[in-house]
């Protein structure tokens, strides 16, 4: 189900599309989408520094609720 993509990949995918609101869940949907090895790829801390900034400004973006 990756499409051919890369995990990193689909990581940041996931991380910008606003489904995702920590590295755990990241590593959750990657691991449902048939992803191996999620845990190596998604560890390192820049990596996870990058991933938490792309949820973040996400979350910034995202028009408050009213």
């Known amino acids: 189900m990756n499409n051919g ?3 990193l990949e689909r990581a940041f995918e996931l991380a910008r ?3 995702c609101r920590t590295i755990d869940d990241i590593r ?3 691991s449902r989408e048939g ?3 999620v ?3 998604i560890s ?3 990596i996870t520094k990058q991933l938490r900034e792309t949820m973040a400004k996400r979350v ?3 028009p ?3």
């Open 28 to 30: 959750r949907q990657l």
């Open 17 to 19: 599309s606003g489904n």
């Open 39 to 41: 845990h190596a790829h």
């Open 60 to 62: 910034a973006t995202m």
């Open 44 to 46: 390192g801390g820049m």
């Open 64 to 66: 408050e609720a009213t």
């Open 5 to 7: 993509q890369s995990t």
């Open 35 to 37: 992803f191996e090895l």
